[in-house]
């Protein structure tokens, strides 16, 4: 089942590791405007056991967390 939000931008992050993936997440979320909501793609394992988390000790809300088999797909909305 997936997310029924549309994101207001994607962000394909498969293949990036750690710590890489986790700062151009928060260097796009930065550039994006207050309550906008992030569509990032990760791989399993580390980024995605580490991502999410790393981003809510930053302030940002993540929403929903989808596994998608291949990958999973972090919603991540921006502080109002």
């Known amino acids: ?5 549309a994101a207001d931008e994607r962000l394909d992050l ?3 590791p750690c710590p890489i993936n986790f700062v151009r997440t ?4 930065e550039k994006m405007a207050s309550g906008a ?3 990032v793609w990760l791989d399993a394992g580390e980024p995605v056991e ?3 988390d790393s981003l809510t000790m ?3 809300k993540v ?4 596994d998608c088999a ?10 109002s």
């Open 58 to 60: 930053e302030g940002y």
């Open 70 to 79: 291949d990958y999973f797909v972090v919603y991540v909305r921006c502080p």
């Open 50 to 52: 580490q991502v999410p």
């Open 26 to 29: 928060k260097l796009r979320l």
């Open 14 to 16: 498969r293949g990036t």
């Open 37 to 39: 909501l992030l569509e």
């Open 1 to 5: 089942m997936s997310y029924s939000t």
């Open 63 to 66: 929403e929903h967390l989808e």
